[in-house]
Nanobody
Framework: QVQLVESGGGLVQPGGSLRLSCAASGSIFSIYARGWYRQAPGKQRELVATITSAGSTNYADSVKGRFTISRANAKNTVYLQMNSLKPEDTAVYYC?????????WGQGTQVTVSS
């Protein structure tokens, strides 16, 4: 099994920045992709950003130019740098890992953008 632990969420003012981290531990093999998703109250979970094992990245249109996904392979950690945050970015952010035919999720970390 794989365990994913997110950190770095919190309350930030509009225009501010946060960096989320997701550390993976356990039985890790054949990673295809890592990603970040988010779910706002009353809405479905949506993709924010993904990064494949080859380093290819993909972003939701709503965060392009503001968010950056990166990874530290030696630490089995993936990051999400979030700049120019907006109130509509408020959500629970979930880390995801895809290995072979399976995927795992973290427990989520709350990000609130408010003045």
């Amino acid at each position: 099994q794989v365990q994913l632990v997110e950190s770095g969420g919190g309350l930030v003012q509009p225009g501010g920045s946060l960096r989320l981290s997701c550390a993976a531990s356990g039985s890790i093999f054949s990673i295809y992709a890592r990603g970040w998703y988010r779910q706002a109250p009353g809405k479905q979970r949506e993709l924010v950003a993904t990064i494949t094992s080859a380093g290819s990245t993909n972003y939701a249109d709503s965060v392009k130019g503001r968010f950056t996904i990166s990874r530290a392979n030696a630490k089995n950690t993936v990051y999400l740098q979030m700049n120019s945050l907006k109130p509509e970015d408020t959500a629970v952010y979930y880390c995801n890992i895809v290995m072979g035919l399976s995927q795992s999720w973290g427990q989520g970390t709350q990000v609130t953008v408010s003045s």
